[in-house]
């Protein structure tokens, strides 16, 4: 029906006509969208204006009005009628014969009426009471009878809604909140309710009061295509379950779907959870900003006072290379570059997961405006901050969706298109493929110190599902893409086909042990050989655990995870043999062999820093204690530096350069510690070379030369580190997100026959290496060598270590050792 149609059938007829012309255009007319949505609710108007004006006779200061959903001219097919008899007060017995000569032609046809017949200050004080009331005045818009009247109580109730928001809008929040505990989150329901689900049509509603209310407002982007489409799907819904119903339950999804055009219920799934997605993104930086405000609010005055009438300005606090904290959120420093920092947005990620923050919905905007796309494949630092963020627990979910939000997260990885929104048809899975891959993520945070490389775990855990929506076994389709994927952010061939072996079998153990008999000595020989190391075995057992974790709670259970535990030993047991004895020491370098021979000669420490860069790279940046520091051009793509460091063999070396780093702000991404040889005709001295890879944790490096003269400073006794870290610590608080899974110290048995290995597994942190060294060095005992790396934000370090004379520690002295230091890293 064309809108000529409809006026003149809702002119020409009564209710019977009404009906008939409704039937039609429901029936007949264009498919479900704003349009049919808008006659609808103008042939509904025409109607109901027709009864007023043959109802109310010689009434004066009368008028109908339409709020809530009708209010803003949305009338699905079975929507309540929302409506509001306003009168001045006079004539109560002609009000009352108005308002049934009203209602009951719309009972009559079966449409649900939500009805009051109110004066101005009647409706304003149910608005105060009630603030469901309240929301439904805000789309008051009149339909006939005294315009005056209902213009006036539009300018009243928004007026009070503007003076009373700081009081209204926690209150709405709450509301918010209680709703979403009840009902859930739409974007991951398999039978959602599109109406009072978070992310629903009322989170839309409040949206719009929120932004009526000139306190904060919602992105707009995309906001107003996502509440069409889920009006769209409710508006079928309606028709083919001939209900006014706004759940979408499994038995009706592939009717609604085909109606809509759409190939599957899949696809109307996915179609929801995006627009859900949108929703729930803009209510959540909605609601921050509120806060802020009313934050804001309370605390000016205090401020203008302290200030002397002054404007505050908040303070903005580094965490990282173009990146601070500023008000609550981590934005984006006056001096980053995007365009010319292409990991800055990971970086960006990484520091607000890290802090436990949000990430400034303007910065990301910012970021995916103009961020520069990150070579193939990626520099380090753009994976090490991918399994930062990957790894800082709970917060990751928030920054990650503020990623998506604005589509970077498809930039860094296309294949996360696949699975992104895509529903599970498995009541055992509580999530979104894509949620699960996070929410996997998560648990396998927690479960990084069981492990050797944490890195290769948290990024298994973000694609052992890649699979899933492709052709075949979702773990073979994953194997490949896994490959793919960990190619191109930059995992050597070796990690690579760890990571892919890890999504392949990401199955195996938890089937194993519940479905075959692990007595049998073939099963067990099969599990080793398609695992092939213990290291692998490890990987998958702490994956294995996160996966079922993040599945949901009928997935994991006590019983489950002892079972698994017994197949991993057993496994174990096949895959054990000879373990490789302390790694041999690459072969020394001219550069090396020069600073340990003035080392010697000096009895001092010898340094030298060398940037390292991505290939092709501008000409290295070469510095030695004493030179002056060369500048990168333009913004520098450096991994980090290289820092080679030559000192007499003595007591305290390795506490002391951690502590004059740390001093600096300069951050161990990698460090090695070994004795050097000499050459012939030096002898009668030792020389420790320590090969360090740093990165400065914001701003510039520091000079060479006040490196050797802090460190020189360090080992003679007179530069007190412990003060000055803590003194620093004072000064600048570090902001904390959640609670890191606690270190774990171990003694790796058999590792060596030269020396005992301690194994170092905790949060990567300012002074950490500086604290690990103190306590060897108060234990009494040598570090013959170290071998450190920073995954991340893990730390997975080994410590090779010996008695005074040079031997291996005792049992039970290597365990003692082992425990004083765990208490230290966790006091």
Not at 668 to 691: I, K, M, Q
Request: proline share 7%; net charge negative; hydrophobic share 45%.
């Amino acid at each position: 029906m064309t809108g000529a149609d409809v006026r003149s059938e809702a002119e020409n007829s009564g209710p019977g006509g009404y009906a008939a012309a409704r039937l039609r255009l429901l029936t007949e007319g264009a498919r479900s969208g704003p349009a049919r949505r808008a006659a609808l609710a103008e042939l509904t108007d025409r109607w109901l204006a027709q009864l007023f004006t043959a109802a109310a006779g010689g009434l004066r200061r009368v008028a109908l009005v339409a709020v809530g959903g009708y209010g803003r001219g949305e009338l699905s097919p079975r929507s309540d009628l929302d409506l509001l008899l306003l009168h001045h007060g006079g004539d109560p017995e002609g009000i009352a014969d108005l308002a049934d000569r009203l209602w009951y032609p719309v009972w009559d046809l079966g449409i649900a009426l939500d009805h009051a017949v109110r004066t101005p200050a009647e409706a304003r004080r149910a608005a105060v009471e009630d603030l469901k009331v309240q929301l439904g005045l805000l789309d008051a818009r009149h339909l006939v009878g005294d315009l005056g009247l209902t213009t006036a109580l539009r300018t009243a109730v928004l007026a009070d809604w503007r003076n009373q928001a700081p009081r209204r809008l926690p209150e709405l929040r709450e509301l918010c909140a209680e709703r979403a505990e009840r009902q859930g989150e739409l974007r991951y329901l398999l039978e959602p309710d599109l109406k009072e689900a978070r992310g629903g049509l009322r989170d839309a509603t409040a949206l719009r009061a929120v932004a009526a209310s000139w306190l904060a407002d919602a992105p707009r982007e995309g906001l107003a295509d996502a509440r069409r489409r889920l009006l769209d799907v409710r508006d079928v819904l309606h028709l083919t379950t001939g209900r006014a119903t706004d759940r979408l339950a499994l038995q009706d999804q592939d009717q609604v779907a085909a109606e809509l055009g759409l190939p599957d219920a899949d696809a109307l799934l996915r179609q929801v959870y995006e627009a859900a997605r949108v929703l729930s993104y803009a209510g959540d930086v909605t609601w921050r900003e509120v806060g802020r405000v009313l934050r804001a609010r309370a605390v000016r005055p205090r401020l203008r006072a302290l200030l002397g009438g002054g404007k505050p300005v908040a303070e903005r606090t580094p965490l990282a290379e173009g990146v601070v904290e500023q008000d609550g959120e981590v934005g984006l420093a006056r001096t980053a570059r995007p365009e010319r920092d292409p990991v800055l947005p990971l970086r960006a990620a990484a520091a607000a997961a890290q802090a436990g923050l949000p990430l400034s919905p303007h910065a990301v905007r910012h970021l995916a405006a103009t961020a520069r796309p990150l070579p193939t494949p990626w520099p380090a630092e753009a994976r090490e901050q991918l399994v930062t963020l990957l790894g800082s627990g709970r917060p990751t979910v928030e920054v990650w969706e503020a990623l998506e939000a604005e589509g970077l997260i498809t930039r860094l990885l296309p294949d996360w298109e696949r699975v992104r929104c895509r529903p599970q048809r498995n009541a055992v899975h509580r999530w979104t493929v894509d949620r699960h891959l996070i929410e996997t993520a998560v648990r396998a945070s927690a479960l990084t110190r069981r492990v050797g490389r944490p890195d290769l775990l948290l990024v298994a855990a973000l694609l052992h599902d890649i699979g899933k929506g492709r052709p075949g076994d979702h773990c073979a389709a994953g194997e490949i893409i896994a490959a793919d994927v960990a190619g191109r952010i930059g995992f050597d061939p070796a990690d690579t086909r760890v990571l892919a072996t890890l999504v392949r079998h990401h199955l195996l153990l938890v089937q194993t042990a519940t479905r075959r008999d692990l007595d049998d000595p073939a099963t067990v020989r099969a599990v080793a050989e398609a695992v092939g190391t213990q290291s692998i075995l490890e990987l998958l057992h702490a994956l294995t655990e996160a996966d079922a974790l993040a599945t949901g709670p009928a997935a994991w259970s006590s019983w489950r995870g002892s079972l698994v535990t017994d197949l991993v030993g057993r496994v174990r047991a096949v895959l054990a043999g000879d373990v490789p004895d302390e790694p041999e020491p690459a072969a020394t370098t001219a550069e090396q062999e020069r600073l340990a021979i003035e080392a010697f000669r000096t009895g001092g420490p010898a340094l030298a820093l060398r940037a390292q860069t991505e290939p092709p790279t501008e000409p290295s940046i070469e510095q030695s204690a004493g030179e002056p520091r060369g500048e990168p051009s333009g913004q520098p793509e450096a991994l980090g530096v290289e820092l080679l460091i030559a000192v007499p063999d003595q007591p305290g070396v390795l506490p002391s350069v951690a502590g004059v780093l740390a001093t600096h702000r300069l951050t161990v991404r990698t460090a090695e510690l070994r004795p050097l040889d000499l050459p012939d005709g030096f002898a009668g001295g030792s020389v420790l070379l320590l090969d360090w890879r740093v990165a400065a944790e914001y701003g510039a490096l520091p000079q060479a030369a006040r490196l050797r003269a802090d460190l020189v400073r360090a080992l003679d006794g007179s530069l007190d580190i412990a003060s000055r870290l803590a003194e620093r610590d004072a000064a600048y608080p570090r902001r904390h997100g959640v609670a890191a899974p606690p270190p774990r110290v171990t003694v790796a048995p058999a590792a060596s026959r030269h020396a005992t290995v301690i194994e170092v597994r905790a949060q990567d942190a300012p002074g950490l290496l500086f604290r690990i060294g103190r306590a060897l060095e108060d234990a009494k005992v040598r570090v013959r060598s170290a071998h450190v790396s920073t995954l991340g934000a893990n730390a997975a370090d080994a410590f090779y270590v010996t008695g005074p004379a040079g031997d291996p520690l005792p049992d039970e002295e290597a365990a003692s050792v082992a425990r004083r230091l765990e208490e230290v890293l966790r006091t």
